[in-house]
């Protein structure tokens, strides 16, 4: 997506550990015209298949469902990242790694949100590892619903999520795919 990766080499930097900072438009302040943008592309890209429910995890990943679940008619359910496991069994849970926070989070989502009938489409604002993606497929998993797609604003082609989930036979649409990044020199390379 031209204008992303656009705003990505004018407002992105490459910070030392392999961490590409986007706060200006994407995870701290939000640029909602690009946002809008964004989700009309994911739109597009899947327009060939039925989603019930737009899925993420929280926080930064809800922007950009929330926008995109506009464009699809669909509700966003995200999963929450919780302290404690609930007992009660009201929820599916799981538990995920964060690259860029290196700690474990137990993240669930309620059984009334995520049923056997839904059709999902996981969206997120980066691919890494897939530790993220991971989590939420193992809660779509566990509710029996069906797994769509997964729809990522930046994609780290160099990491090894991307790969490992369509080698599952998992469709993936990244919006842009950074091939290669330099925190000395601020250079960063796109794949096409
Ligand atoms: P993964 O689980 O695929 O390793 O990492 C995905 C999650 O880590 C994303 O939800 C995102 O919040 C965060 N993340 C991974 N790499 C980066 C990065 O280079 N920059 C930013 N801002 N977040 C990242």
């Known amino acids: 997506m031209e204008l992303l990766e ?15 900072k986007v706060d200006s438009f994407l995870n701290h302040q939000i640029d909602i015209g690009l946002m809008n943008e964004i989700g009309k592309e994911f739109k597009r890209l899947f327009s060939d298949i039925e989603i019930t429910k737009i899925f993420t995890i929280e926080a930064s990943g809800i922007a950009i469902a929330a926008i995109t679940a506009q464009y699809f ?23 995920i790694e964060s690259f860029t926070h290196k700690r ?3 993240v669930i989502v309620s059984k009334k ?36 797609g997964v729809g990522i604003v930046i994609e780290k082609g160099f990491q090894d999520g991307g790969r490992r989930l369509r080698e599952k036979g998992i469709r993936v649409e990244s919006l842009a795919i950074v091939d290669s990044m330099d925190d000395a020199t601020g250079e960063i390379v796109f794949r096409h």
């Open 73 to 95: 008619g669909v509700p966003l359910v995200f999963a929450k990242k919780s302290r404690s496991i609930n007992l009660e069994g009201s929820v599916y849970s799981t538990r």
């Open 113 to 148: 949100y995520l049923s056997e009938d839904d059709k999902v489409l996981v969206i997120d604002d980066f691919l890494a590892n897939g530790c993220a993606a991971d989590g939420l497929i193992d809660l779509i998993d566990e509710s029996g619903a069906a797994l769509q």
């Open 104 to 106: 474990v989070y137990d």
């Open 6 to 20: 656009q705003r990505i080499l004018k407002d992105g930097v490459v910070k030392a550990g392999n961490v590409l």
